[in-house]
């Protein structure tokens, strides 16, 4: 328990600070506790004693189980003591250290007097000891006692108890569910803290029965709470109610309550009342009005809580109905001077969403005052939102470009900088008038750029853009000097950017192979390597090229996608020996290796063994294929395609745990069944599972291959294999595990010779689309979009009806396709209100496939959604329009 820091001395300019307990010890400490073992007990010593313990114990300190032990016995003689402070203290440490079930009966009784004392104020903390350190056994000794203190006349004892049923519902929820009278009649206190620590735990009691929480609710809106906290939690339990009731905005209920509680006198009851209504799901125009209303008061409060929380809540309310805030923005415009850089930072962002094409040049001009006094954090902010507002207003580029330029050159960290090269980017793709503007901003930056992640990224950008502008040869002198001035790495990257411009601009090409001969001396390996080989693709230099290339191979090169993920051939290379025979990069496998998945075992344990179940090592992707292709029934399906993540197929705890991996072959689909037994006293034979594919018609069962013997603790596999046509077959199959179990005797370990047969019932196994889809990324998705040409392209507009972000809209539509998000496209910001998502994969272990996903969400949730697809084979394209379509 950290105490306030205390002021060295009292020189405002040379002020320090330090803590009371710097420099302490445990072992010191522990020292320090055998006071609790005087005779003569001195109070005050002791509680500084125990603050010490119960700063170590917050600062993380841990204690052995015999330390915790002593100190916990010799605690427990502190009871002797009667000082008020020393007994408070010795409450908390008690708690604190949470003594074992054996140790817990020795201050039980102690407790349980205090718990039946005169004085409240030990009534009350030993409620709530006793209920963070006993178990469900004794606490069914004591239920009496906790039950008449949720009704007791003394508010603090009251509230400890209903407190302490709020922790105690997360450990033993059939009990304190049996305190519902009690609790009811709590909700009606006239005192505050015990209205609301009533009405949290009946609502925690019942929130798993939607019925019940909105009887709740309908009674108390009556007019029975009191308490501004348990209006509040009201409100939210209001709002809960009316997201799950599904009506439409016009028949919404209880929207009058909501509005009823803007003209309480509590400042936080009104303000959670206009928040719950901003934040309901299709809100109307008409019911905004007095939540704005209410909000746009508080803008002017002397108090900054109230006005930080209403410009708040003006900011998201922004977002989706901009015109609702726009008769706020004369009292926002009066916050942007405002001491508070928060509130002012909010203000701004909100004015920047609400403002018009002509108030741009005036708000630029109150925010260069107001950068300089904010921190990077809320400087991103506003950053993001003059990007989206550039967006907006594109005929204003060059004045909120050159603003995040300037801010650009200002000091500033990694990420501040990072989000406004990412939104000249932004602005240079979506406004091609702002592509030489932006270009030049970016290359003045990278001559004063300290950070090399950046400077490389704006490298790579400006080689893709650079030779595309009218006057390419601007930029030539600003990416050399990155070659004369940078360390390594940016060198090497400003060599391939020259490289770049030689292959897309012809008149450049005998200066740029000029300047290349140059890097063929630079100390770095790297540079020179890049040199030497950019110098050999365009087929000049001093170095004799062996293979001329023509101009569209020499652009392949530069600029075409490595279609294999980067871990994936790193990975290979290191395995691969010197031999005579050269590197076969067709050889690295395709897929996006994932983080490994380990099969659910039984708790505590590890298995070992032949048995152990295959999980998707990140080293060795064909692991998978290496087992499978052992197995004779299935040497003959060919080349694996995908192997899917495994797939719980039982719940949590259960006697057997099952899951599936799903292994995709061209004419076949095989299922293989990963088992583990958690029982010491079973050993299964002949375990196999029994596939009902009557949903799956165009599945046929070919090959069972059971499992002889599961032992305790040592999972082992079970498969079945399906024919199917080709092309994309999906269907649903049920699972039921067969076994024959024996029992095992737990003192010699052997099984006896008679089984039983028996099942287990398992989740089913759905076969889908994605499953045939193999994640493969691109290094860059542009090169690949045209690479590929729209000749194949197929798009298409549909409506995914109302969602409740777009963020679950992109992951929605991603999971569906079973593709990989290129470029950190699968991230949509908070305040998006349309957002484009990049995918790339191989269909069938054939067809390269990119996506380009548009989404849209408008002011009532209703997303819409532009799906776009190149691919090798048009018959693709028309697959994955198919599997949206399904």
Not at 105 to 124: E, G, W
Not at 398 to 411: D, G, V
Request: glycine residues 4%; contains cysteine; hydrophobic residues 40%.
């Amino acid at each position: 328990m950290a105490q306030p820091l205390v002021k060295k001395d009292d020189d405002r300019d040379e002020e320090e600070e330090y803590s009371p307990f710097l420099g302490i010890e445990k072992g010191s400490v522990l020292q320090e506790a055998r006071v609790f073992n005087d005779p003569q007990l001195d109070a005050r010593r002791c509680s500084q004693v125990i603050t010490k313990l119960l700063y170590l114990i917050n600062q993380g300190e841990t204690f052995t189980k015999v330390e915790a032990t002593e100190v916990f016995f010799s605690v427990t003689k502190l009871f002797q003591s009667r000082d008020p402070g020393l007994r408070r203290m010795v409450y908390l440490i008690i708690k604190e250290l949470s003594p074992s079930a054996d140790e817990v009966i020795i201050v039980t009784s102690s407790l349980m007097k205090d718990m039946n004392s005169k004085t409240d104020m030990y009534r009350a903390n030993a409620i709530r000891v006793l209920s963070r350190i006993i178990d469900g056994t004794l606490l069914t000794q004591i239920e009496r006692y906790l039950k008449q203190a949720i009704v007791d006349k003394n508010s603090v004892v009251a509230s400890a108890a209903l407190v302490s049923g709020v922790h105690l519902l997360e450990t033993n929820p059939e009990i304190v569910k049996r305190w519902s009278n009690e609790v009811q009649e709590a909700v009606q206190s006239r005192a505050a803290l015990v209205q609301f620590h009533a009405l949290a735990l009946l609502h925690q009691i019942r929130q798993n029965d939607r019925l019940a929480v909105s009887k709740l609710v309908t009674s108390l809106t009556r007019g029975n709470v009191r308490s501004p906290l348990a209006q509040c939690l009201l409100i939210r339990y209001t709002s809960q109610v009316i997201r799950e009731s599904n009506t439409q905005s016009g028949e919404r209920p209880f929207y009058d309550f909501l509005e009823s509680c803007l003209r309480q006198k509590a400042e936080m009851v009104i303000f959670e009342a206009a928040r719950a209504i901003t934040e309901l799901y299709g809100v109307t125009s008409r019911e905004l009005t007095p939540a704005i209303t209410v909000l746009q008061l508080f803008l002017s409060s002397s108090k900054p809580v109230l006005r930080f929380a209403a410009v708040r809540t003006l900011n998201k309310v922004a977002m989706a109905h901009p015109l609702a805030v726009t008769n706020c923005n004369i009292d926002m415009e009066s916050l942007i001077s405002d001491q508070n850089r928060s509130i002012a930072t909010l203000a701004i962002t909100t004015l920047l969403k609400t403002g018009n094409e002509s108030s741009v040049d005036r708000l630029m001009k109150q925010i260069t005052n107001f950068m300089s006094d904010i921190s990077d954090e809320f400087k991103i902010v506003v950053v993001e939102a003059i990007r989206s507002l550039c967006l907006k207003f594109p005929l204003k580029y060059r004045s909120l470009m050159s603003f995040l330029s300037n801010i650009l050159r200002e000091e500033g960290g990694f990420e501040f900088k990072k989000a406004i090269v990412d939104s000249i980017v932004l602005l240079i793709r979506d406004i091609p008038d702002a592509k030489e503007n932006g270009l030049l901003h970016l290359c003045e930056f990278i001559e004063d750029c300290e950070f090399t992640y950046l400077s490389t990224q704006i490298l790579h950008f400006i080689g893709n853009e650079g030779p595309k502008t009218s006057d390419p040869s601007k930029y030539i002198r600003y990416i050399y000097n990155r070659v004369i001035l940078e360390n390594a790495t940016v060198r090497a990257a400003a060599v391939s950017t020259l490289a770049k411009f030689g292959a897309l601009v012809g008149s450049l090409k005998p200066r740029i192979l000029i300047l290349m001969r140059r890097c063929l001396y630079d100390i770095d390996d790297e540079v020179r390597d890049r040199a030497t080989l950019y110098l050999d693709t365009l087929g000049r230099g001093d170095l004799e090229a062996t293979n001329q290339q023509t101009d569209e191979d020499v652009k392949s090169f530069l600029f075409g996608s490595l279609s294999i993920p980067l871990n994936n051939l790193e990975s290979s290379l290191q395995k691969y020996e010197a031999s005579e025979e050269p590197f076969d990069i067709d050889s690295v496998s395709k897929e996006v290796k994932s983080q490994p998945l380990l099969e659910k075992k039984a708790a505590g344990k590890k298995p070992t063994g032949l048995g152990q179940p295959v999980s998707k090592p990140a080293s060795a992707d064909d692991a998978y294929e290496r087992l499978l292709s052992s197995i004779p029934e299935f040497s003959s399906f060919g080349k694996l395609l995908k192997s899917s993540a495994p797939m719980e197929l039982t719940e949590a705890e259960t006697e057997y745990s099952v899951n599936v991996v799903k292994h995709i072959y061209d004419g076949h689909i095989l299922l293989q069944y990963n088992c583990t037994n958690t029982i010491p006293e079973q050993l299964l034979e002949n375990v196999s599972v029994l596939v009902d594919a009557s949903e799956a018609e165009d599945f046929s069962e070919v090959a069972v291959r059971p499992l002889p013997s599961l032992p305790y603790d040592s999972p082992g596999q079970t498969f079945v294999a399906f024919a199917k046509p080709d092309g994309i077959s999906v269907g649903k199959f049920s699972n039921l595990l067969k076994f024959i179990v024996k029992e095992v005797d737990p003192t010699t370990g052997e099984a006896e010779e008679e089984g039983m047969e028996d099942e287990y019932q398992l989740e089913e196994v759905e076969i889908v689309a994605a499953d045939y889809m193999v994640k493969v990324g691109v290094s860059n998705f542009r090169n690949a979009w045209e690479g590929l040409g729209d000749e194949n392209e197929r798009v298409d507009e549909y409506g995914l009806g109302p969602r409740e972000s777009l963020a679950e809209a992109v992951v929605a539509v991603v999971n569906i396709l079973g593709m990989q998000p290129c470029e950190g496209t699968e991230t949509v910001p908070s305040s998006a209100r349309s957002h484009t998502c990049l995918l790339s994969g191989v269909f069938m272990g054939q067809a390269k496939v990119l996506v380009r996903l548009s989404f849209g969400i408008d002011s009532t949730k209703h997303v819409a959604m532009k799906l776009a697809v190149r691919s090798d084979d048009p018959d693709v394209s028309e697959a994955i329009h198919d599997i949206v379509n399904s």
